[in-house]
């Protein structure tokens, strides 16, 4: 029986048997790892606290038929910043949805580890702006599993699409992957106007570091639509990962405001 | 080809439905039950029938009740001004049995998990906050699991309940009676520094 180590972001756990959780840990060396921790849910749990969803980890687990068992487990950083704020939380779990949308297999790829590493960490450390951390994950993960979408350039006909454009707005393309010019809007029954600013906004959330991204409060909407419609028209994973994915930047509503 | 009769096959299939109870459990179950006596697997078959017939949730609380209202909420010894929310009916057991509490319960039917799409409106929390405007509630304990979707679900409430003249409270974290300070976590041992009480 393989026993290996790694690091690992705890994505998901759910109630199994009397006192058991499975877990889906998006780990730095094997991608997607599926693992049991046997009593954790037991108060005198040796884990505690320690594979809470979001925490980083660093885990030793050894290799069963079908699911990996966890043994020895060291928190690295815990993020209850973003667990302990209901927005920061909400935000992540959408990121994570997009993980298991996109990046849904078992092969690793450290920069999908990195990528999701910084965006909680950035989430723990904003107040405001969740919104633009949400997209550029969403984006940035989309180029890491090569759905690399078009921005600067029509799809169908090259033509460039550099902001201030004049005349109609240029449009977006899910099942194209990319921006359309209004000439080639007919290519996509799907496609969608861009408001002015909006490819310039999604330009920058891809090629600007995590910790950098923001999107002017009036772009939120329409760059969260092109990201959400951009996953799903890519997501390779389960129809639980497009699932999730596909509720894009809908926070919880307040039952009863105030 | 079956390897068993046909009702016994049926039998161990319908046991494999059941939570914690794979293959190999269900062959046994239903081996126990065939060398069994049969008064005692109609004695099963009628709880199981009756169970399903008669328990239905209370209209006021949701816990499980064969009435229309709970016993718990139609006890005149119990206090009406507090009100325990829980995620599930299993977890009213524990709480009674620690003596401590002589309150109501609100039983949410889960957590909120927006990393398993599990949002407010799939919850009772809606029922809660309307039962505090029409009870005179004082105050909501909030007694969900001590994990991550559980205090999500704590602080919804809060947030839900903020406006409102009542005062919401969550049960308090730190380290089990009888364990060992050195197999603590960090989370748990941080929270427990956080809650230190004067001795």
Known sequence: MAVYKSKGIVLRSIRFGEADRILDLYTQNAGLVSAIAKGIRRTRSRFGGRLEPLSCVDFLA?????????????????????????????????MVAVVRAISGGDEADRRVFNLLYHALDTLEGRTSGFESIK?????????????????????????GLKEPLDGEPPYFAPPLGGALCPDCRAASGDAFPLPPGTLSALQSLVALPIREAAVEERLEESVSRVVSAHVLAHAPGGAPGRALAARGGAGWRRLHPA | MASYARPVERLITELSKLPSIGPKSAQRIAFHVVRGKPDDARALAEALREVKERIHPCKRCFNL??????????????????????????????????????????????????????????????????????EETKEIVVATNPNTTGEATALFIAQELQDRPVRVTALASGLPVGGDLEYADEVTLGRAFAGRREI
């Open chain 2, 65 to 134: 009740t064969e009435a229309e209202e709970c016993d718990i909420c139609t006890d005149p010894r119990r206090d009406p001004s507090v009100i325990c929310a829980v995620e599930d009916p299993y977890d009213i057991g524990p709480i009674e049995r620690t003596g401590e509490y002589r309150g109501l319960y609100h039983v949410l039917g889960g957590a909120l998990s927006p990393l398993d799409g599990v949002e407010p409106e799939d919850l009772r929390i809606a029922e809660l906050v309307e039962r505090v405007g029409r």
């Open chain 1, 62 to 94: 050894y290799q069963g038929r079908t699911l990996d068992t966890v043994t020895q487990v060291e928190v690295l950083r815990s993020f209850h910043g973003v667990r302990e704020d209901l927005d920061r939380f909400e935000a992540a779990g959408n």
């Open chain 1, 135 to 159: 997209a550029a994950f969403s984006l940035k993960l989309s180029v890491l599993a090569g759905y690399t979408p078009r921005l600067d350039a029509c799809v169908i006909c090259d033509r």
